[in-house]
């Protein structure tokens, strides 16, 4: 039986007004994901599918500039059930002129206002994220302690300036800093690319969030760090049994974190399911993307054989003249003779092709 | 068997020493010269203000006209109508203290509000703002005070005020680059991510952690730049009129007797402008460099 979902996106859509092409950037085009409770969703693709988006349409933080986002994404905890994206289309204007949007007029202040009401009270404190490369993640002109007391002090019960640094310093040695009572004092230069992550990680929970939205977090670190993070990661969510949204390109952080998986391709979601089934090493029923991105990983056999690994011929998808057809079909190699018109006509959507595993592929339909 | 002594002690952080021990000499010698020069301005205005001087400085002693320094009673010497000069210094600093920290201010606030909105918000704001300091910048400074004092008149608090406020594009841009920049680096998106109240993050995580050197800088120079500026309107007589003694008109009228060998008349206040506008910009670069610059390095 599966927990009810902590977070519910449904249908959303992310674009970016592009003035010199007259027309929409389709960064998130139609994605419906959901979380469990204590569950980790991993969501993978290529850079440019629409991943980091995501997740920045859920932090509310695709702001300033010409973003539109509609859809619903509701997030339901004990205490809140909220819309994250409530009222935010009253602040849009789209101008029309023959079936093509000439114009989008936003009402930015108005906008920011919306998403912060709608945000306050959830933004670190239900909703913690993670950002790739860590060192820019933190004020560099403040301690390490400073800004995670900060947060503490502002989202937990612990208002005295002391207690929060005594919990700081907690949360600094429970993801595994050495002599956290000196590096609290340190400032962002004077720790590694590791240790800002493992801070970054310690900031982002020691507010306690429902959801942890960990985007990239391994990306930028060298590899022995990459897998020590990995190892950190895995441990907290067994320790604390954190909801995460984890978001890499990296299938191996996905496949030792993630209960469920989503591959996305071009602003969609190409598969959906458990990670058991997506990660797995047969062809048997799987996207073509997935099928591909996996065996664009060298494995042993690979490097026995020194064969040369296999890449994904082609470039991601244009998402501003996105095709009729299957959005992967010009990149595809199992297209077959009998489904080919399907394929470069229309766009499959996601079915179900066993319980629980859903893909956006012509190839498992009848 | 090498013996290898034991070094007791921690080793290598220093981020636990306060920051006079971490900084290079040179800046603490700056920082030391400044704050005297500080405190030499601040002992002056006092002194001034509550008329605690060796003499009058408007009491005419025809006399002891052009004293050479040393004379009995006056220490640096009397001028072309016998007046103190060591007095006459001393008051003149009134000129410059509060009309140089209006100046200051204005350039500062002003500065620092249309830098954020610009660098923050983006957008329109950014474009509407650039248009117009760089309407400000295009006028010729000096052009424009001399408007100000023929439509009002020749008062230093004017002049301030406008210097100020030709200032203000200087800092607005300088902070409006600095936001851009971090920008950049995601540490603000992080911020927000934190759900800290955009109140705290401009004030705090942007202007108190990464804009305080800038802006301690900026003071600095704009002090030494009003004092300058004082001094070249004097030259042209637009400034501090007599019998007020200011520095640059100290100089201007001083500056007749120059070739005749009388030299203190002009020399005292132009070393006092010299030593002073020093003492501002060393004061300024040597804290920017003990509080933040070397922190990279």
Redesign the interface.
């Known amino acids: 039986m599966k927990n009810a979902p902590l977070l519910k996106i449904e249908d959303l859509r992310t674009y970016f007004y592009s003035k010199s092409k007259q027309a929409f950037i389709r960064s998130v085009d139609g994605v419906s994901l959901e979380i469990a409770r204590g569950e980790t969703l991993g969501v993978v693709g290529e850079s440019g599918s629409g991943k980091s988006i995501t997740a920045l349409s859920v932090m509310g933080l695709v702001g300033g500039g010409p973003g539109v986002i509609s859809g619903k994404i509701g997030f339901k905890t004990e205490k809140t059930r909220k819309n994250l994206l409530q009222d935010l289309d009253d602040h849009v204007k789209l101008a029309w002129d023959n079936g093509k949007i000439m114009g989008v007029d936003k009402d930015v202040v108005g906008w920011e206002k919306n998403a912060g009401r709608v945000m306050s009270g959830v933004r670190g404190k239900e909703i913690a994220m993670i950002f790739q490369n860590p060192k820019a993640s933190l004020n560099p002109f403040t301690t390490v302690g400073s800004q995670i007391t900060e947060a503490i002090q502002l989202h937990t019960d612990i208002k005295d300036p002391l207690q929060a640094r005594e919990r700081a310093i907690h949360w600094l040695s429970r993801v595994k800093i050495d002599t956290p009572r000196l590096r609290i004092d340190n400032y962002p230069y004077g720790l590694s690319g590791g240790m800002c992550q493992r801070a970054m990680i310690a900031m982002a929970l020691a507010c306690e969030p429902s959801l942890l939205i960990a985007d990239e977090p391994t990306t930028g670190l060298d590899a022995t760090i990459q897998s020590k993070i990995t190892d950190l990661l895995a441990e907290l969510k067994s320790e604390l049994g954190v909801t995460t949204m984890l978001i890499s390109h990296d299938i191996s952080v996905i496949s030792r974190l993630s209960d469920s998986v989503a591959v996305m391709y071009g602003g969609t979601v190409v598969e959906y399911g458990p990670a058991r089934d997506i990660l797995a090493s047969t062809l048997e029923s799987k996207h073509p993307y997935t099928s591909a991105l996996l065996e664009s990983i060298p494995t042993e056999r690979h490097i026995k054989a020194k064969e040369h690994l296999r890449a994904i011929e082609g470039d991601v998808l244009d998402t501003v003249n996105i095709p009729a057809g299957c959005r992967f079909y010009a990149r595809c190699n199992r297209v077959t003779d009998t489904i080919r018109e399907k394929c470069e006509r229309h766009e499959p959507d996601l079915r179900e092709i066993s319980p629980g595993h859903r893909a956006r592929c012509w190839l498992y339909f009848d | 068997m090498k013996n290898y002594t034991q070094i007791s002690g921690e080793i290598g ?1 220093l ?2 020493l306060p920051f006079w021990k971490k900084a290079d000499a040179v800046d603490i010698a700056y920082v030391s010269y400044g704050l005297l020069i500080v405190t030499l301005v601040v002992v002056s205005y006092i002194l001034g203000a509550f008329n605690l001087l060796p003499r009058d400085p408007q009491d005419i002693d025809l006399e002891l006209m052009m004293a050479p320094p040393g004379t009995v009673g006056h220490l640096l010497g009397t001028d072309y109508m016998g007046r103190d000069m060591l007095s006459r210094l001393i008051v003149g600093i009134q000129a410059y203290f509060l009309p140089g920290f209006l100046a200051i201010a204005i350039a500062l606030t002003f500065g620092t509000v249309l830098g954020v909105l610009a660098g923050y ?3 329109r704001f950014e474009t509407a703002i650039t248009y117009f300091t760089n309407l400000v910048d295009s006028f010729p400074r000096l052009v424009l005070i001399l408007l100000v004092i023929a439509a009002f008149k020749p008062d230093i608090y004017y002049i301030m005020i406008v210097v100020g406020l030709t200032n203000v594009p200087v800092v607005a841009s300088l902070i409006k680059g600095k936001i851009q920049f971090l920008k950049q ?3 603000i ?8 109240p ?1 109140r ?1 993050i401009i004030l705090k ?1 942007i202007l108190w ?2 804009c305080r050197s800038l802006l301690i800088i900026q003071a600095t120079l704009g002090m030494g730049e009003a004092i300058l500026m004082e001094t070249s309107l004097s030259y042209l007589g637009f400034g501090v009129q007599e019998p007020t003694p200011s520095w640059g008109n100290m100089v201007q009228v001083g500056a007749n007797y120059f070739m005749q060998g009388k030299f203190w008349p002009s020399t005292a206040p132009a070393l006092a402008i010299l030593f002073t506008i020093l003492g501002f910009h060393l004061l300024g670069d040597g804290l920017n460099n003990i509080l ?1 610059g070397k ?2 390095r």
């Open positions: 952080d981020s636990g918000r983006g957008g680096k995601n540490f998106e992080a911020d927000m991510a934190l759900g800290l955009t705290t995580h952690h990464n933040e922190r990279n």
